[in-house]
């Protein structure tokens, strides 16, 4: 087994507990309806969305871990079809801080946990980072759009 890392940042006009709240505290309603062509439908299967698991159209993943306070999250992708029958899990870490024009700074490090030699190519942790972008972009736009959201 080998572990595959890779870090991305991306940066929001949208403050820090704001981005927060609608990615991660209300992702389960939101992200579906800003982006209903990547994720059909969201439901927690255990819990209420902290550490647990709740599974999407086609991936199961467990929280980790969730921190209000420091804007942090952390879960793993442990069933579905993202995982190929190469990958026994994909884990994501992410930290919301505040940019100096008052947006914020979303960090994620990604790990991808591989089954035998199977190596992840370049060009889809280029694809990956390029959809988490314009995930990200979606909900800044939304917000923009919406700022009572």
Do not use: W
């Not at 940066?11 to 992702?27: D, H, M, N, Y």
């Not at 927690?44 to 804007?71: C, M, T, W």
């Not at 991808?112 to 909900?139: M, N, P, R, W």
Request: aromatic residues 10%; neutral net charge; proline residues 5%.
């Amino acid at each position: 087994m080998g572990v595959f890392t890779y870090e991305m940042e991306v940066v929001t006009k949208i403050p820090p507990t704001k981005i927060f709240k609608t990615f991660v505290l209300e992702g389960d309603s939101l992200i579906p309806k800003i982006v209903p062509q990547a994720i059909k439908n969201v439901e927690l299967i255990q819990g209420d969305g902290g550490p647990g698991r709740s599974q999407f159209d086609y991936v199961k993943h467990k929280v980790e871990a969730l921190d209000k306070k420091n804007l942090t999250y952390s879960y793993s992708v442990i069933e579905g079809d993202p995982l190929m029958k190469s990958l026994e899990k994909i884990t994501y870490e992410i930290k919301i801080s505040s940019s100096p024009d008052g947006g914020s700074i979303c960090k994620s490090i990604s790990k991808y946990y591989t089954v035998g030699d199977f190596e992840i190519k370049e060009e889809q942790i280029k694809a990956g980072k390029e959809k988490s972008s314009g995930l990200f972009k979606a909900l800044e736009a939304y917000l923009l759009a919406n700022p009572d959201a």
